[in-house]
């Protein structure tokens, strides 16, 4: 995992989420329809805690989670300044396959956000899957991101030069049979793991969670470009442009072409195998 350190130690992860609003709007709109009223919510894999900030500024009791200590540290720098650390019962550095130190059964809510699509081995993605059940309490709700492989082929081949190796057929096909993309170019995205749409809900359930929805964080929003968001912008239809997207994220025709998956789950109370 230390390629996944290192790239996000220099990213500046906080600009992504402030020039790409769209995800975090349609998350957090569904995310507030299943949230418990109040009560403990794990923030795992946390990055800078844009969510996280948002939990506290609406009264949970947050603990912070994530792989990088700079994100971690920036984090903790957010929260300072915007009057929050009291909402937070810790700020760690962790794996999300080995939540060390974390209590079982002691979250209201958890989200994972960001670390399923960085583990690129199965064993590493059910590992993750289990802490996240082993942590939440019976019947708490779960939100996990996911990456579309269907949306990483059309991205692929709309631009090929930016995307490699998926600059030609014999990688594209090798991406589409194991969904494991490692960028050629240094300092770009690390290395993911995309999952097919179809196999999101199977995943889960098979690892003691009862599926509640499917979202696409992005929708047909990740299909346009800045001009063309502009000219709804301009028209004055911004907020009716979003409020389609909030619509179409349940639609399972749109999931595919969305950039990120978000599921959402309850753990059931019955114990795993």
Do not use: C
Not at 58 to 84: F, I, R, S
Not at 98 to 111: I, K, M, P, R, T
Not at 229 to 254: C, F, M, N, T
């Amino acid at each position: 995992m230390s390629n996944v350190v290192e790239y996000y130690s220099g990213f500046d992860e906080w600009g992504r989420l402030d020039r790409e609003p769209l995800e975090f709007i349609i998350n957090w709109h569904y995310m507030k329809q299943y949230l418990p009223g109040s009560g403990n919510v794990l923030d795992n894999g946390a990055g800078p805690g844009k969510y996280s900030l948002e939990l506290a500024k609406h009264g949970y009791n947050v603990t912070l989670a994530d792989l990088t200590p700079h994100l971690v540290d920036l984090a903790k720098e957010k929260a300072d300044e915007l009057g929050l650390s009291h909402k937070f019962g810790g700020f760690h550095v962790l794996n999300a396959t080995h939540l060390a130190g974390l209590s079982n059964e002691v979250f209201d809510a958890s989200l994972m956000l960001g670390p399923l699509y960085h583990l690129q081995k199965e064993d590493e993605r059910i590992a993750a899957v289990r802490e996240l059940h082993r942590v939440t309490k019976n019947n708490g709700v779960v939100f996990v991101a996911f990456q579309s492989r269907m949306r990483m082929i059309l991205t692929s081949l709309l631009f090929p030069q930016f995307w490699q190796p998926n600059d030609n057929m014999d990688s594209i096909h090798r991406f589409i049979e194991d969904g494991i993309f490692n960028h050629r170019d240094k300092g770009r995205f690390t290395g993911a793991y995309y999952y097919n749409v179809e196999e999101i809900k199977p995943f889960m359930e098979s690892h003691g969670f009862e599926t509640v929805d499917l979202i696409g964080s992005s929708n047909l929003g990740a299909l346009l470009n800045d001009e063309q968001k502009q000219y709804w912008s301009e028209r004055g239809d911004k907020e009716k442009w979003i409020d389609l997207l909030l619509k179409l994220a349940r639609d399972p025709s749109v999931l595919g072409v969305s950039s990120h998956l978000l599921y959402i789950g309850r753990k059931k109370s019955s114990v795993l195998p």
